[in-house]
């Protein structure tokens, strides 16, 4: 059943983005798609080639729901030429690797490029909702409601749901380093994998698989070692207990070497192309980190004057967080939580990051009580099972006042 679950899960991307090609209706073919994976479970023996059978039984599931709609009808009777398992999935090969392929096809430069890279979350990389809004910074049901609009452009707008030609590629080449980040950036905020244990090592082989593919295009070098940097540090994230190891307390001895090495390779690669981009900030600035691994200290110095740089690059919230707590670290916890509140709350209010780093620098000013309000606040907005047990042994053993 495992086995049969991997394998429904693979196949989810490339099955989904096959029908949206045939069907060009994303909302019918996910109901499809959902359709097949139901009759599937209830099979006795799941079969030998899943996602074949998927695609196969989703097709007929999405005739039958064409056939429902009697001014479709016609169409419904054009649709209904199922051919064998083996007629499935053939698009161009000048990507040869699929799910790089349907992410390419997927960030279309008609949608807004948010709108576009929360639709290949959840098309292709098949991230819940709730975990897109997160890392958007915004409501699930504001999310939810993005997403449905994009579906409803596609469809109505008779979007081609195709890849271009090369000359084309790079009017989406940013939107497809976006979202990788946030496919990244969710499975990384899931420190004990409950999302998908697999999602992380999945999109950084695509990060690798981009910087083949561009291989002149310094910002992809930067993205990729931005991702190795990150996975260098996995197994020290969660505790016996389960529960998520901030990056201050994790054990240096855990960190993977031969990650940071690649990571380094990477960014001198991509420095050689003299133009410095946001990614490459991003990926000096867990460089800076790593370097505990080697002499035991931490140059916050260099890691404000990082976000300083990343500031002018690329501004943004989370990017203010970060600089605060760099800023504490430099100069003093009330500055930093000086710069925290400046931040503007629209903009983090759905933020947990937000209010974590206030409680911690909260604690570090001995306002106990406000940095356990804090705690509690950041726990309403639902984090995922090893961060929610850091939380709360955090707060339990906070002092009173």
């Given at each position: 059943m495992i086995e049969a679950a991997k394998a429904i899960a693979d196949a989810r991307p490339r099955v989904v983005s096959a029908l949206a090609v045939h069907l060009?209706?994303?909302?019918?073919?996910?109901?499809?798609?959902?359709e097949a994976v139901e009759a599937c479970l209830k099979l006795v023996e799941p079969p030998d080639n899943i996602a074949g059978w998927l695609h196969v039984t989703a097709r007929r599931k999405a005739v039958d729901a064409i056939r429902k709609r009697e001014a479709q009808a016609r169409a419904a009777d054009g649709e209904a030429q199922i051919s064998d398992m083996?007629?499935?999935?053939t698009l161009p090969e000048p990507i040869a690797d699929e799910r790089l392929r349907l992410l390419f096809i997927c960030c279309h430069p008609a949608l807004a490029p948010e709108v576009r890279v929360a639709l290949a979350l959840r098309v292709i990389c098949g991230i819940p909702v709730s975990s897109i809004a997160s890392v958007f910074l915004t409501s699930e049901t504001t999310m939810y409601q993005r997403i449905t609009r994009a579906k409803k452009k596609v469809r109505e707008a008779g979007i081609p749901f195709e890849l271009p030609q090369r000359r084309f590629w790079s009017e989406r080449f940013g939107a497809v380093l976006l979202t990788l980040e946030l496919a990244y950036t969710a499975a990384?905020?899931?420190?004990?994998?409950?999302?998908?244990?697999e999602l992380a090592e999945e999109i950084a082989r695509l990060a690798?698989?981009?910087?083949?593919?561009?291989?002149?295009?310094?910002?992809a070098l930067g993205l990729a070692a931005l991702i190795m940097l990150a996975r260098s540090r996995e197994k020290s994230r969660v505790s016996e207990q389960g529960g998520m190891i901030p990056l201050s307390r994790q054990d240096t001895g855990v960190w993977d070497r031969r990650a940071i090495e690649q990571a380094r390779l990477w960014l001198d690669q991509a420095a050689r192309a003299g133009a410095t981009g946001p990614y490459q900030?991003?990926?000096a600035i867990q460089l800076t980190h790593a370097r505990r691994m080697f002499d035991g200290t931490t140059d916050w110095s260099a890691i404000l004057t990082l976000y300083d740089a990343l500031m002018i690059m690329r501004p943004g919230p989370m990017v203010e967080v970060n600089r605060a707590l760099a800023l504490a670290e430099c100069q003093c916890d009330a500055a930093g939580l000086s710069a925290l509140r400046a931040v503007p709350k629209d903009r983090v209010r759905h933020s947990r990051p937000y209010?974590?780093?206030?409680?911690?620098?909260?604690?570090?000013?001995?306002?106990?009580?406000?940095?356990?309000?804090m705690l509690e606040s950041a726990m309403e907005l639902d984090p995922p099972r090893a961060e929610r047990l850091f939380l709360e042994d955090w707060k339990a053993n906070l002092p009173e006042g």
């Open positions: 060009r209706d994303l909302d019918l073919a996910e109901d499809s798609f959902a083996e007629n499935i999935l990384y905020q899931d420190a004990a994998g409950e999302i998908d244990p690798t698989l981009v910087t083949e593919l561009f291989p002149d295009e310094p910002e900030v991003m990926a209010r974590v780093a206030q409680a911690k620098l909260l604690e570090r000013l001995g306002q106990f009580r406000e940095a356990r309000a």
